[in-house]
């Protein structure tokens, strides 16, 4: 166990924590802003991933640009599924347990839907130009791939925190988080606001999947595996709380590249292990401030 | 009015037995498994509902405690032996109570989205945690030939036991539902801070209803393994609990009976249409989806207020005239 091993099973933690943080940060952001909670979200990872795959393949497109694409497609479909369906059911009683059955139907159905339009065999995305290969230092060896996904990670981190505490849509996004009927009264056009935050959730999800799409195969059925990673992420930072979820994703990826590093059969189930551990120790969230709900 | 009732339950509870009774005379073995797969499955469904549709704790993982169940009765069986069955149904059902006792502790500090999600990922950890100690659980390729011993192994009186065991647990969550205990469970729902000004504990309710739709979970699991004479890692799936919600859902969450019906309507459904496609995920995603958009209250919900309707306008017709 030297120190280079070290390095590198660092950096491959890294990588996993900001891809779950990238589609933790879609869930939380739907969820704090609309209180929505969006159980499809990793369906829109997955359409991301097929999407990605299709513009590289099918059209040739450059990888980065099919990459933002997808992002773009996946945006497209969420705003469509969002002023389609969900918006139907706001304000219904008991609304809580509906958005979830909703959105559980959308996993079932984009499930099968892609399916139909993909087939169910597995399909892989190759690494981008340029990105193929690996930095070399010593005993150090880095895919430069793993590198380019942490830097478009801390990219979309900052970008998204500027946007939402410097300029005015942010603004608008937080304060309709706080009271939604007081943004209506002062002439925001509350759903459209809605429609807009919902597409930009799963366009993040839809970039993730494209980003992961080269690391991991792409399946039909991947969309469950995603959100329980990310509703773990969510759990342990606690919900709508966008550094705490960085964090609790940066604890989880670094533990599982650990998992996968001295015990890779079982390393799925500690994902599972740091949720226990944590609810017994401190059942609000690692990160969440003290005084919060008590329902 | 209240002997009519009265007289109206006993006639309904005769003629849902009797119904069910009679089946093992049409003499058909196919419709004999698909009218017990209704029993047991319906009893998972009203159980599950305990939960859901009167305290509104949305369980995303009762898969879990139907797994239980069903192992219970599998891992006693492949070790000790075919006699085993029936201590191995208890053994899963003492179990579930047991996991549902201590996860109750742990997730129910946490309402609303968070109970779900958390019953969820505990769900799929159980799933996962079977699925790969293949040496122990048969992973995969789960465990077969668990044919219940002695005179049950015949289908028709294993069908008679499976009924006597649902009806009775359908009659005790009937009466508790109707019971003082299952207001305070539906004020639980509607509204939590007025419970606690009642000087009820929220959380002890709700754990206990945790705890009870937990037991008969894992029973309908346990049941479950008798009538397909194997369990699959396939019941621990998150897919199952799913399959429970939506008939809760499609039958209406607001009726006691409406999970049994919709367990019953989606079990001729997936006969029907489940061998022709492989779309079947679209199919009850369509399902659930116009359920939630269109028919909130249910099958048994969107009917009980239609015959309210059509009531109605015939004595207004009446005071007219």
Redesign the interface.
Known sequence: MDISFLIVQFISGLTMATLLFLVASGLTLI?GVGGV?NFAHGSFYMLGAYLAYTFVAGTHLNFWVAVLAAAVGAGILGMLAESL?LR??YG?A?E???Q???T??????I???V??VWGTEYKSLSRPAGFGGSLIWGDITLPTYNLAIIGVGLLVVVGAWLVLSRTRPGRIARATALDRETMGMLGVNVPLTMTVVFGIATALGGLTGALAAPLRSVTPGAG?EVI?DA??V??LGG?GNFWGAWLAALLLGEVNAVAVATVP??A??FS?LV??VT??FK?EGLFAPRQV?K? | MEAVDKKKAAAFWGLFALIFALVPAAGNDYYLTIANRILVWGMFAVAFNML?GVT?M?S?GQALFSGLGGYGVGMTVKYLGKAWFLPGLGLGVIAAALVAYLLGY??I??????F???T???G??AW??TF?WYNVTGGDDGIQGLVPPGILSNRVVYYYFCLVLVLGSIWFLRRLADSPQGLVLRCV?QN?SRVRFLGRRVRRNQRRVYLISSVFAALAGGLMAGIDSSIHTNMLN?TTS?QV?LMS?LGGIHQFFGPFIGAGVIMIIEDVVGART??W??I???V??TM??AF?RGLVGEFALLKARLKWRALERAERS
């Open positions: 969820f909670f369906f139907r059911i219904r008991e809580e347990g509906f979830i059955l909703l559980y139907s959308f996993i079932l159905i499930d099968d839907l399916k139909l469950i329980i509703l773990i969510v759990v919900m059969e079982w799925s189930l599972y949720m226990v609810l017994i059942p709900r329902v | 859901f509104g949305l995303f742990l997730i500090r946490a309402g609303g989205v968070f779900t999600i958390l969820l990922a505990f799929q950890l996962q945690i790969r729902r939590p998150w799913g919600i859902v492989e779309y995920s679209l009850i995603g369509l659930m989806m939630v958009l909130p």
